[in-house]
């Protein structure tokens, strides 16, 4: 069964803690996306890679990092310079050799801050 | 910069009532449309999209969209709606072709509310 898996569904960050979420995809897509939802602003680009080994800041990657070592993993982490980090974060794939770039979507990780 | 603008933030409709939802984009050349919408705990998930071509795209559960470049629209439309049509609604774009980022540029959101 092909798709995007994100973990956890629910994650609590303390002040001052870095915290990291989970994404993978069995699609065999080359890209990976990050965007965060908040009510009323839709979805902001956050991180986006194309390739394994190299990624790209999209509009708000101040006080987020990643990496992309292997292509079916992506993972985010938010860590204590982001200020405002509650809101729900979504990650998407898709295959560069679309160009209809159609994106894919996992579940969502809804973050909390305690 | 690329942009895309959703001018209806809660639309509430009585079943069986005529749906459109508004969507402009600005970019420059080729651009890549798409809906997508969001049910209450669940994925979000493709709905339609415009690539090229005939600028009347149909897409799943009955829903249609037209592309009309001189007003730099994406309008989402449907006959008739139903209850289980009750979700958020986003209108994004994409820079077409193999140039630049290919990440996509999401509107705010259209939130649905269909009453029985």
Redesign the interface.
């Known amino acids: 069964d092909g798709g995007i898996t994100q973990s956890p569904k629910y994650l609590f960050r303390k002040e001052g803690q870095n915290v990291t979420l989970s994404c993978e995809q069995n699609l065999n897509h080359d ?1 990976m ?1 990050w ?1 965060r939802q908040d009510p ?6 956050i991180y ?1 890679s ?1 390739i394994v080994n190299d990624f ?1 800041k ?1 509009d708000i990657a101040e006080g987020y990092s990643v990496s992309r070592e292997k292509k079916e993993s992506f993972p985010l982490t938010v860590t204590s310079a982001q200020k405002n980090p509650t809101a729900f974060y ?1 990650c ?1 794939s ?1 295959n ?1 050799a679309d ?10 990780t809804r973050l909390l801050v305690l | 910069a690329q942009s895309v603008s ?1 001018h209806n ?1 809660h639309v509430i409709l009585s079943e069986a009532a005529s749906l459109e939802l508004g969507c402009n984009y600005s970019y420059g050349g080729t651009v ?1 449309l ?1 809906w ?1 919408v969001q049910y209450p705990g ?5 709905l339609l ?1 415009y ?1 090229s071509g005939d600028p009347l795209v149909k897409g799943i559960k009955g829903f249609e969209a037209e592309f009309i470049k001189s007003k730099f629209s994406f309008n989402l439309r449907k006959p008739s709606v139903q209850w289980s049509d009750t979700a958020e609604y ?1 209108c ?1 774009g ?1 820079v ?3 140039t630049g ?9 259209t939130r649905l509310q269909v009453q029985p």
């Open positions: 890209a996306y965007y009323g602003q839709g979805l902001r680009l986006y194309q790209q999209g979504l998407a898709s560069l160009f209809q770039e159609t994106q894919y979507f996992g579940p969502g | 959703q933030h890549n798409f997508y669940q994925h979000l998930q493709l999209k690539f986003f994004a994409g077409g072709g193999d980022r290919r990440a996509l540029t999401f509107g705010s959101g």
